[in-house]
């Protein structure tokens, strides 16, 4: 048997032309467009990437990009300072800092510093206390992202055993309670847990997400189980996901490829946030169904 291969790139092109609808529909009412920040600090080749891709997916979906690089020994407190600038600034709808952050800064005050209702990553501590307490706010764009492509192959969540490997502010955690938000049955894997292969064969979907290429094997998984791989290794092999490709493609029912299944969904995501965030600031209603519609 081999899986089905859910297609991360396909589908966060679907949300990006949905999301360009909205833009089009909100500039004709607010008579602007919505603004994202976006704020690298420091020169990691990574978060480069990231940013340049932020920026280029913003701009095409008829957004304002707003790009602030910061060197790497730049004080915490000229960052905080530029956060408050950006809160205060009525043309600017969402505010990003790229992570990670130098080791000098105190990434938890940064991100406590975002005015929670223009933080489109969703890791201010009130948006995480909204989503444990399912009040509105912003969900972290990543594990948004993996709800969106696990409703596209499950006809529904509810019930369904969830193993989550990591406990991560960024995905483990808000990724187990928007399992739970759909009625899953959740467990939460992580570096101290006992027999991690016992967990996963229960699993009926297993999102991977804790940064070891290729930990997950084959054979720990459960037949038919819905697999999403969130990691992105840079291994002499290429880039890598938390999951043996090769072997658990035999077993799984559905798996994300890496690249090309849930990093694309991220940056989708990213933007959704800053079009529901703008609709929210201007008062004016954005069709969160149609932009959240899990079909292709
Ligand atoms: N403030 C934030 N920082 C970081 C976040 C975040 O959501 N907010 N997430 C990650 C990095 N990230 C976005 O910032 C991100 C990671 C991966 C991808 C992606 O499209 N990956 C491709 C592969 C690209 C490659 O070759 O590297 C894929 O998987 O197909 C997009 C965004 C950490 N920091």
Redesign the pocket.
Known sequence: MSATIIDG?AFAAGLRARIADGVTAFKAKAGRAPGLAVVLVGEDP??N??VR?KGKATREAGMESIEHRLPADVPAEKLLALVATLNADPTIDGI????PLPKHIDEQAVIAAIDPDKDV?GFHPINAGRLATGLPGFV???PFGCVMLLKSVLPTLSGLEAVVVGRSN?VGKPMAQLLLRESCTVTVVHSRTQDVPAHIRRADILVAAVGIPEMIKGDWLKPGATVIDVG?NRTDAG?VGDVDFASAVEVAGAITP???????M??AC?LRNTLVSAGRREGIAMDEATLDRTGL
């Open positions: 790139k990574a978060s990437v990231y891709s990003l800092v790229q992570l990553d972290p764009c990543t960024i992105i880039l890496v690249p090309g299944g849930v990093g694309p991220t940056i990213l």
